[in-house]
């Protein structure tokens, strides 16, 4: 197997993150994830979580740490989990700004 460093994560393990996310109480839904391979048996991973309304700060910090935790227990190669707590239309606004930035004659 050859490995392009900063490619994505396989999908299996894409797959199992974001249901590990769904599954946690507090997270209402997975917005979208990053996956980097960084080397063949390490992998960073950025999640956009909209979380439940009414959530204090707490709350949310306990969420990330349930699921580092269970991340890492199932995957031991997630060198790195990034959440960032986001409701959907932010998401889907910065999505769409980075394909403008991307391609600017699309805009």
Known sequence: MKLLIGEAARPALERSIGDLARADPAVQDLNGMLT??????????????????????????????????????????????????????AYRRAVEDRKRWHDPDSA
Do not use: C, N, T
């Open 36 to 89: 980097f391979q960084v080397s063949p048996m390490q992998v960073i991973a950025a999640l956009s979580l909209h979380f439940h309304d009414g959530l204090d700060s707490d709350a949310i910090e306990d969420a990330v740490e349930r699921l580092e935790a269970r991340a890492r227990e199932r995957h031991p190669e997630i060198i790195m989990l990034l959440v960032k707590p986001q409701r959907p239309l």
